[in-house]
């Protein structure tokens, strides 16, 4: 029969939780599952199945947004506003240069998000790829839900490792 120590064990296994490394966690995690949905159903379902995440997630904010201000169309600087202090635990963003003309808006924005970390330690994650379509479903997503614009993209530019951020596009169709 075996001699199990289990407060010897349990010293050398302890991990007390302020010790966890949770973004590391996560990281790995969000690797993994993005190129496991790739190798099991395609690059399409794979940038589906992220947008549609995003996409989710961008309802239930501008469902509260809508609640919280007791509307249901706002303009679109409004929107903007509102939508990024909702999110600022999420994203920082920056707007470099807007282009107006009679059928569209085009911002270009410097956007520092939540996915910038995780995606900088992974070999296999990279900025404006895959990853990020969670970002453009849920930008598209709130923009069209908050104001009357029907047709709304966001588009990786670049990134700009010296100031931390991605450069983006962020285009308003007017006449859609």
Not at 1 to 13: A, G, L
Not at 44 to 67: P, V
């Amino acid at each position: 029969m075996v001699d199990i120590n289990i407060d010897e064990i349990n010293k050398k296994i302890s991990n007390p939780t302020k010790e966890f490394a949770s973004l590391k966690g996560f990281e790995i995690i969000s690797e993994n599952l993005v190129y496991k949905i790739y190798d099991l159903f395609g690059r399409n379902a794979l940038l589906s199945m992220l947008y549609q995440i995003g996409k989710g997630t961008s309802e239930i904010i501008t469902k509260r947004i809508k609640e919280k201000y007791k509307k249901d169309v706002f303009e679109l600087e409004e929107a903007f506003q509102i939508l990024l202090e909702e999110l600022k635990d999420f994203y920082s963003v920056q707007i470099k240069d807007v282009e107006i003309s009679k059928d569209k808006i085009r911002l270009i924005i410097e956007n520092r998000c939540f996915l910038r970390e995780p995606i900088k330690d992974r070999e296999r994650l990279k900025y404006g790829k895959a990853f990020c379509r969670i970002n453009k479903g849920y930008f598209e997503t709130a923009f069209t839900d908050l104001t009357k614009i029907k047709k709304v993209d966001i588009n990786f530019l670049e990134n700009d490792e010296k100031k931390d951020v991605c450069i983006e596009e962020l285009v308003f169709y007017l006449n859609d």
